[in-house]
């Protein structure tokens, strides 16, 4: 099953106030919607941008841990004219599957990227109150 990531442990308390660490990795959707996620893809590998590639401009969310890493979901300030970096590749989250890119050490890399697109979709739906939508 996709949430079988053993050894790893997944921790998804909120917690606020937690800002992106230079080695932390970012998880960033194609557009607005939540069906590509961006990483770096090269020689059957692939892995997310970390916080220290990613460009001024953006605002990140805390979404949830694995292991020591903590994992944020970046998005574009609304005013400012920010793009990806440069060399991101958009990987469709259907495409991905255990031992799509390097075995079942991928596993907790798959199962990030289909928790973040459920938490970015979540977070896009639910920006106004039900006054204000």
Same mark, same amino acid.
């Given at each position: 099953m996709i949430q079988d990531i053993r050894p790893h442990k997944m921790d998804n308390q909120f917690r606020t106030g937690a800002v992106p660490?230079?080695?932390s990795p970012i998880l960033l959707f194609e557009g607005d919607r939540t069906e590509k996620i961006m990483a770096h893809v090269s020689d059957g590998h692939m892995r997310y941008p970390l916080y220290r590639e990613m460009?001024?401009?953006m605002? %990140?969310?805390y979404l949830f841990s694995i292991d020591e890493d903590s994992y944020f979901l970046a998005s574009p300030d609304e005013k400012a004219k920010v793009s990806a970096p440069s060399g991101l590749t958009p990987v469709g989250i259907r495409e991905l599957r255990p031992? %799509? %890119?390097?075995?079942?050490?991928?596993r907790h890399l798959i199962f990030a990227a289909y928790t973040a697109s459920q938490l970015a979709g979540w977070y896009r739906d639910n920006r106004y109150c039900g006054t204000c939508a």
């Amino acid at each position: 099953m996709i949430q079988d990531i053993r050894p790893h442990k997944m921790d998804n308390q909120f917690r606020t106030g937690a800002v992106p660490k230079e080695d932390s990795p970012i998880l960033l959707f194609e557009g607005d919607r939540t069906e590509k996620i961006m990483a770096h893809v090269s020689d059957g590998h692939m892995r997310y941008p970390l916080y220290r590639e990613m460009p001024e401009g953006m605002t %990140y969310t805390y979404l949830f841990s694995i292991d020591e890493d903590s994992y944020f979901l970046a998005s574009p300030d609304e005013k400012a004219k920010v793009s990806a970096p440069s060399g991101l590749t958009p990987v469709g989250i259907r495409e991905l599957r255990p031992g %799509y %890119y390097h075995g079942d050490e991928d596993r907790h890399l798959i199962f990030a990227a289909y928790t973040a697109s459920q938490l970015a979709g979540w977070y896009r739906d639910n920006r106004y109150c039900g006054t204000c939508a």
